[in-house]
Nanobody, 115 residues
């Protein structure tokens, strides 16, 4: 499974961005998917996860009410709608897909929120 993220960029605080993750390869085997982020000097952290059917989602407390995760299995894509962005949301955002209990990662996309 290969994952490619897109949609990152520079935005002012309070603004919005929409990240997308496109999967290719054995996409029919993908189970849960998620978004993670890593800020400079910090460990990678979970942002949001979504179940295989999209019926179950979970969010980090820091993004609840501001971010929305979704997926389209027919297109093998996953999105993260990010609203009311804060400077602390700055970091590299990574897409993750779980296939047979193995995690696959994308290369990441930079999100920078200016104050």
């Amino acid at each position: 499974v290969q994952l490619v993220e897109s949609g990152g960029g520079l935005v002012q605080a309070g603004g919005s961005l929409r990240l997308s993750c496109a999967a290719s390869g054995s996409t029919f085997s993908i189970n849960a998917m998620g978004w993670y982020r890593q800020a400079p000097g910090k460990q990678r952290e979970l942002v949001a996860v979504i179940s295989s059917t999209g019926s179950v989602t979970n969010y980090a407390d820091s993004v609840k009410g501001r971010f929305t995760i979704s997926r389209d299995n027919a297109k093998s894509t996953m999105d993260l709608q990010m609203n009311s962005l804060k400077p602390e949301d700055t970091g590299v955002y990574y897409c993750q897909a779980v296939v047979h209990e193995r995690a696959y990662w994308g290369q990441g996309t930079q999100v920078t929120v200016s104050s």
